[in-house]
């Protein structure tokens, strides 16, 4: 295995000159350790957003094209000043565009997918001993066109940098000081997961959790890279994120989970005929939107009411397309609840267990908390409850599983 | 010839999305009277300043290379931004960097020279009828590293595609008409010039006029490039800066400038021996500093006074290495003169007509004005005056050559 490893540091480790100086002493920290550093950043705090803001002034649907000319300018600056910043404390370090090193992409612009990573310049620079610094969320196409890989793309940069590399580990750094077993501001004991398998990682990240981005752990569980999340505001060792240990599968409940971004939608009086709701979804589909958790009620009268969840983005959407869809089927009304959340467990040991989802359910009922939809997957139940419920169900699922003893 | 224009907008002209915007609307209709339209575009406003800054909090002496890497990018935006701009109008564009498009250049890191533009995929851009915007102020090296052009880069790149592209001529959009007689917020009566020739512009530019910088009209004259100097805020017809032509022969003082940024230095007491004078300037020519207007006093006691005028920019530097020179030689004291300014008229015909020194002494005199120095081109003659009375100078000399006069 190579001496190689792959750092990640996101936008709020690098928001201004301080925090980019703290940066730049992590890494040359790890360089005395003897290690060949590769650098992953994101763009400064908030300047993505400041350069969608003035894209948005002069025209309100920019072509993809020009905004990833725009946007992919502000990896390139923090990639420069971090290059600044460690080589004011002494040390050799080069910065790259993803274009310059070569992280080749297909042409679809604001969400391109990486085809390849030709690694010879970075290699080159590494053997000069060089800490290697490569804007992340970026890369170009075989047209030489400047590319983005959409949300968390920086992620994904350094998982893909890592395994192109073959590098020993990659280590993104965030604002948190890794994976907890429930949001540690909902619950006092949450404790931080010393591991967590990809599997989970996965459930968790579309559960809603924020912390590593979906595609960057998908490339991660297909190589088996094995990444770890950790705060680049303290030394704490973080959560690795590796292949399900067998020493894991016996922890049944891993975490709870709670996401505040979905909203209800019914349609009522629905023809209880086969069919009906393929239409339905079909046409939602059509306009790529995803839903979830659907629950159609028993029908008693030839009608039924038909619900699922959707994310709050895309609820303008949904409607329009939704009740066109009603009509066509013979439905009735469709109502908007965005007074939910979802709590959800998971844990790869799940599946193998009974009376989880009783466990669950319990937890709620004991709080006298209505369900009001419930979805399973193969590591995870989740429920749709009452928003103003959410934090006393969380606290109440976390003390049942005992999440905060080992 | 072709139909090609090339554009340049310096920053003030794109300093927010209003004023892209307009400058969007100005290309528009170029591209409306059918011209082919290359825009080369400077960095918003004040964002070059904002990310030196930001550098210098990071590392006081940053890499050259990183600065590159960094700023770089503020061409990046511009550019990206008035693509949608003019996409909002309803046309085609598409932004490039320096390095998209093949401007490549030396190795020397934040004052890269031109070598050679690969105009491929410019000409591509315009056979599809797309207005091409093109990053000032930078380019790539040939191991694709990012390079700048050093202070007046944009009008620099400018020249240079006009001449690669073949264009019909070239055109400098500032924030003043164009070039006038003398500086219109000094003399009210001063007139705009119709055409100047490239040596009287070379001349005024190191006389001291921003307008246009000295390389972008030195390549402008090497290849007979026309370059017309005008206003993105009005739509006056500006000055053409051309090769001079015989009808310009008959003028023979074309303008009075102004130059406030010049001190004048005096090693008193030389001793008047040859090869000292010769031994100081030795000495400030190793430090790259840049000397005007020596002066040597007729000597009467074995000794005399050195007089010389440098930039302000670098009179710490001429201070510490002319004290040294001094005592070396067997000087005396090195005395500072801050409250000097150099008024300075110039003219192509001015070479071949006798009596123009002699009626810019009598317009001071008349007024009078004590010459401290004076010094002479083969188009220029210089005086140095006290400070208090540069405007009274200026008006005077204007008046004194009729310059509001055609």
């Known amino acids: 295995m190579s001496n ?30 003897g290690c060949d550093i590769v650098v992953v950043v994101s763009a400064l705090g908030d300047t993505t957003d400041d350069l969608l803001k003035l894209a948005h002034k002069v025209n309100r649907s920019p072509s993809e094209r020009e905004m990833d000319m725009l946007i992919s300018t502000g990896e390139q600056i923090s990639t420069a000043l971090l290059a600044m910043a460690i080589h004011k404390l002494g040390y050799e370090a080069i910065s790259f565009t993803g274009a310059q090193v070569g992280i080749i992409t297909d042409s679809r612009h604001t969400r391109a997918r990486i085809i390849k990573i030709n690694t010879g310049r970075i290699r080159k620079e590494l053997a000069k001993k060089k800490i290697v610094i490569v804007a992340g969320f970026q890369g170009v196409d075989l047209s030489r066109e400047i590319t983005t890989l959409g949300r968390g793309g920086s992620d994904l940069t350094a998982v893909a940098l890592a395994r192109a590399l073959r590098a020993k580990h ?59 999340v950790r705060s680049s505001f303290s030394d704490e060792g973080g959560t690795m994120i590796s292949p399900a240990l067998k020493a894991m599968e016996k922890v049944v409940v891993s975490a ?41 009620n028993i029908s008693r009268t030839g009608y039924t009411d038909l619900s699922f969840t959707v994310v709050k983005e ?93």
């Not at 750092?7 to 480790?13: I, P, R």
């Not at 069919?275 to 059509?286: D, L, M, T, Y």
């Open 256 to 296: 709870v989970t709670l996401n505040r971004n979905e909203t209800k939608v019914t349609i009522r009086d629905v023809p209880d005929k086969p069919g009906v709701a393929a239409k339905v979804f079909k046409r939602i589909a059509e306009q790529e939107i995803n839903v979830d958790m659907i629950v159609q």
């Open 314 to 406: 895309n609820l303008a959407k949904t409607l329009r397309t939704v009740r066109k869809a009603s009509e066509q089927v013979g439905g009735g009304a469709v109502a908007v609840d965005k007074d939910i959340v979802r709590v959800s467990i998971l844990g790869v040991g799940m599946k193998s267990h009974s009376g989880i989802a009783a466990g669950m359910f319990e937890a709620l009922a004991e709080n006298k908390i209505n369900i009001e939809m419930i979805s399973t997957s193969e590591i995870s139940i989740s429920c749709v409850i009452r928003k103003r419920l959410a934090k006393k169900a969380v606290r109440a699922i976390h003390r049942k599983f005992k999440l905060d003893k080992k």
């Open 4 to 33: 190689i490893i792959v750092q990640k540091y996101g936008g709020s480790s690098v928001a201004d000159p301080k925090r980019i100086s703290r940066v730049a002493r992590r890494i040359v920290k790890y360089r005395q350790k």
């Open 170 to 228: 990659c280590e993104i750094y965030t604002d948190v000081e890794g994976i907890y077993t429930a949001d540690p501001r909902i619950v006092r004991r949450a404790r931080k997961l010393e591991r967590i398998s990809y599997d989970e990682m996965l459930e968790m990240a579309s559960l809603g959790a924020q912390v590593v981005q979906v595609r960057c752990v998908q490339v991660a569980k297909r190589f088996n890279i094995r990444v770890i």
